[in-house]
């Protein structure tokens, strides 16, 4: 297996990849790129994420991109390329706690012609239930896979730590609608509807 990255929301590369970032940092597209690069395997690596290294984090949703760097271009344009179907992880309070979760393997985006020695960006987003934004990125040159380069991913460096972190499937409201009665396809039944989803929300957290 490859290399893996860590990024302390902390996330981290490679075999295991990790990074670390500020709540409202934004890494997106056009900015400046770090000279301290990771290998990463040209099929893809592991990716390390320390999600509760910040408070406000006991519920949050997950979106893992890379942003491709063109020959000659600076920085990546955009980090429009999603690479890990979008989850939500449950911690054990909103203040900050220990552990991580990682995914031993991430594929490359599908359609998308990479080349050994090419500059690529992982960037792994948490949305925090009290609405802010995460960002992570970690700066990876692609290498052949088995590379000397990159550290081997192990149940050492590569784990998740069910104790303290869980993991729940995105809802989405459209299950709801289809089965729901005709009546809720007028606007004012939809914004009730609305209403009492964000007010049950809010009352799960308190």
């Given at each position: 297996?490859?290399?893996?990255?860590?990024?302390?929301?902390?996330?981290?590369?490679?075999?295991?990849?990790?990074?670390?970032g500020?709540?409202?940092?934004?890494t997106?597209?056009?900015?400046?790129?770090?000279?301290?690069r990771?290998?990463?395997?040209?099929?893809?690596?592991?990716?390390?994420?320390?999600?509760?290294?910040?408070?406000?984090?006991?519920?949050?949703?997950?979106?893992?991109?890379i942003?491709?760097?063109?020959?000659g271009?600076?920085?990546?344009p955009?980090?429009?390329?999603?690479?890990?179907?979008?989850?939500?992880i449950?911690?054990?309070s909103?203040?900050?706690y220990?552990?991580?979760?990682?995914?031993?393997?991430?594929?490359?985006?599908a359609?998308?012609?990479?080349q050994?020695g090419?500059?690529?960006t992982?960037?792994?987003?948490?949305?925090?239930?009290?609405?802010?934004?995460?960002?992570?990125?970690?700066?990876?040159?692609?290498v052949?896979?088995?590379?000397?380069?990159?550290?081997?991913?192990?149940?050492?460096?590569?784990?998740?730590?069910?104790?303290?972190?869980?993991?729940?499937?995105?809802f989405?409201?459209?299950?709801?609608?289809?089965?729901?009665?005709h009546?809720?396809?007028?606007?004012p039944?939809?914004l009730a509807?609305?209403?009492?989803?964000?007010l049950s929300?809010?009352?799960?957290?308190?």
């Amino acid at each position: 297996m490859g290399h893996a990255v860590d990024v302390p929301m902390s996330v981290s590369s490679g075999a295991v990849t990790k990074a670390s970032g500020a709540d409202g940092y934004m890494t997106g597209g056009g900015m400046p790129q770090t000279t301290n690069r990771s290998s990463w395997p040209i099929s893809g690596g592991a990716l390390s994420v320390q999600p509760g290294w910040f408070p406000g984090h006991s519920k949050a949703q997950v979106y893992v991109n890379i942003g491709i760097q063109e020959m000659g271009a600076l920085a990546p344009p955009n980090m429009s390329h999603p690479v890990v179907p979008p989850f939500e992880i449950t911690g054990p309070s909103n203040d900050n706690y220990p552990g991580q979760w990682c995914i031993p393997q991430i594929g490359m985006p599908a359609n998308v012609s990479l080349q050994v020695g090419q500059n690529i960006t992982l960037q792994v987003i948490e949305l925090a239930q009290h609405g802010a934004a995460l960002y992570s990125c970690v700066d990876l040159t692609l290498v052949e896979d088995g590379s000397s380069e990159v550290e081997t991913v192990t149940p050492e460096n590569c784990y998740n730590s069910t104790e303290s972190i869980g993991f729940q499937l995105v809802f989405t409201t459209a299950a709801l609608a289809s089965g729901a009665p005709h009546s809720l396809q007028s606007i004012p039944n939809l914004l009730a509807l609305v209403g009492i989803l964000v007010l049950s929300a809010v009352f799960a957290t308190l």
